[in-house]
């Protein structure tokens, strides 16, 4: 049995969760709405204010399916009633962002500066010049989002250049040495 897919998801005050036949979730918290398919082989059921996912085989697809199908409804589960929030670093010199309107705009030593608009359930924030904060309900859009703004300068490992995740530790080398 699944160790994640056999755990049942408790439904905290507030939120709502509907599954119709067909494996459509939608769940309601006070921070939104979210609404994902979900495979249809893989049974999801409402008992007493919490959510039980059930495989119907050993099948391998289906043991596959049973802990990735309760992780995804406890995320949204998560979204909708904290939110989820990316925190990224620019390291360099003269490297900044700042925000214009809902716009995220950043300075990465490129001759132009880079701007992002921001994805439908996606928010901005800055800390200081250097800290971008990507908040949204959907992990996976947040996380898309974050490294969708990480790929502009990826962190390279001789001056630890580049665009990290707050929680990156980035492995740094040592440069060339002359002959001697």
């Known amino acids: 049995m699944s160790r994640v897919g056999r755990l049942p998801i408790a439904v905290p005050a507030g939120v709502t969760v509907t599954v119709t036949p067909d494996n459509v ?15 249809k082989d893989i049974n999801i059921a409402i008992e007493n204010n919490e959510v039980v996912v ?6 391998k697809n289906h043991r596959a399916l049973h802990g990735l199908t309760r992780a995804l409804i406890n995320n949204m589960i998560i979204g909708v009633t904290n939110g989820y929030a990316k925190t990224l670093e620019l390291v360099g010199v003269g490297y900044r962002a700042q925000l ?22 996606v928010t901005f924030k800055i800390d200081g010049t250097t800290k971008v ?8 859009l947040v ?25 990156e530790v980035i492995r740094r080398k040592e440069g060339k040495t002359g002959k001697k």
């Open 100 to 121: 214009q309107g809902k716009k995220l705009v950043m300075n990465l030593g490129y001759s132009h500066p880079v701007e992002v608009e921001p994805v439908e359930g």
């Open 54 to 59: 059930t495989r119907p085989s050993d099948n």
């Open 143 to 167: 996380g898309a989002v974050s490294a969708d703004i990480r790929k502009w300068r990826v962190p390279e490992p001789y001056k630890g250049k580049g665009i990290k995740y707050s929680d």
């Open 133 to 140: 904060i990507v908040e949204g309900i959907d992990k996976e």
């Open 25 to 39: 979730v939608t769940v309601k918290g006070p921070k939104g709405e979210l609404v994902k398919a979900m495979h």
